[in-house]
Structures are given as C-alpha cells and as structure tokens.
C-alpha cells in the first residue's frame, strides 16, 4: 500500500519569501505523485504531477516539485510567495495498478504582508 | 465550458433520511470518483467506477451508495446508516482509472446534518 505524509500541518511565510510545502510519501513500486491546491470551500485544482522522464516538475502559478527516489520525497516550492497563495495544499500519490489518489493530511499555507 | 458540476452546494440532511448528491461531468471522461473531506484528515475514497454500469467500493463505503447508469453522471447517496455523514464531499473524473491520469476535482458539495 502506499501512502503519504505532510509536514507541518501550517505553514506561515511571509509575502516575497521563499515557500516549502513538504511531502513524503510510501510505496513499494514507482509512483505517480501530484500536488493539488484547494481555495476555501472549492474543489481541488492540480499544480503539477510527476509520472515518468525528467524529476524536476513545474507546474501552475510559479510552482514546482522534485522526485527524489531516495529520499523519497516530492516537496513543493515557490521562490517567492504571493497573498494569493494563501490555501490548503494537497499532496497525493497513486499506482500504476491502483484507481484511487491517496491524500496527505494537508498543509494550510498564511501569507503575511 | 467542459467541467464537472455537483450539485447542491449545501445540503441539509434530517436524521433517518436518505439524500442524494449529484455529479455531472462533459469531459468524456470514463472514470469517476466520490471523496470525501474531513477537516485535518485529507480526503479518503467513497466509491470509484471505471466504467458504465461498474463500480467499486473504497476505504469508506458503508452507509453510502452509488450507480453509474451514464457515462456523464456518478450520483452518491448517503444513507441513514451513515452515522456521521457530515462532511464536505468531492466528486472527480479522469480518462481512465489507472496509470498517472489526472483526476479533475468538482467544486464540492457541503452535507450538514440538522
């Protein structure tokens, strides 16, 4: 089975500064690993997902992520936060063989002036 | 606009009562999928369907019931046996179950008990 693991159930940045959302995650073969933000009562919008190729992924709104396998680790980074990112933040990873995207806990991102 | 729609935004459920929630979507997409939404608790899968007239249970099925009679829809009803049904519940879609496909997220609908 796999699972993952969220770091630090909020996170407080100040606006300019450098973001660090952390996710590790379990799984006994290759996963897929996505990222996914949520703005208060709304549904979830993908920012970027790793599959296959290159470990290093860009995604939506400045941000990014890196694959490493060992570490086993996919955090999310932005080099400069805005107001507008204040929102929940969801990794998830997922199998070849399996249907459904297993959720983190979530990290709640404050943006301060 | 192609999209998923769930419907109703809120919704109010007396005890003992059956209700339904609604899923529509016009991406084509075979694959579709009912969360559910704990604060602090991420979401965890209710039921998923890959296919037309084919579902499957996931972590948290009991108390809930789902049919997949077209490609376009997934309704979710929750039923008295759900004890603790409050909660904010997601339905997604994607090409198809399996590999890295993405699953796209409606905006949700929020079930309070009265």
């Known amino acids: 089975a796999q699972s993952v693991t969220q770091l630090g159930s909020h996170v407080s940045v100040s606006e300019g500064a450098l973001v660090l959302l952390r996710c590790n995650y379990s799984s006994s073969v290759p996963p897929y690993l996505f990222w996914y933000v949520q703005y208060p009562n709304q549904g979830l919008q993908l920012l970027l997902k790793y599959t296959t190729g290159a470990t290093l992924v860009k995604g939506i709104n400045g941000f990014e992520a890196e694959f490493k396998k060992s570490e086993t680790s996919f955090h999310l980074t932005k080099p400069s936060a805005h107001m507008s990112d204040a929102a929940e933040y969801f990794c998830a990873v997922k199998v070849n063989s399996g249907y459904a995207l297993n959720f983190g806990k979530g990290t709640s991102l404050l943006v301060t002036p | 606009d192609g999209g998923i729609t769930q419907s109703p935004k809120y919704l109010f459920r007396k005890e003992g009562q059956n209700v339904t929630l609604s899923c529509e979507q016009n991406?084509?997409?075979?694959?579709m999928y009912w969360y559910r939404q704990d604060p602090g608790q991420g979401l965890r899968l209710i039921y998923y369907s890959q296919i037309v007239n084919d579902f499957q249970k996931g972590d948290i099925a009991e108390g809930y019931s789902v049919s997949r009679e077209k490609k376009e829809s997934f309704p979710l009803t929750v039923t008295s046996a759900q004890k603790n049904p409050t909660a904010f519940y997601l339905c997604?879609?994607?090409?198809?179950?399996?590999?890295?496909?993405?699953?796209?997220f409606g905006p949700g609908t929020r079930l309070l008990v009265l």
């Open positions: 991406l084509n997409h075979d694959a």
């Open positions: 997604a879609s994607s090409i198809q179950g399996g590999g890295g496909e993405t699953q796209y």
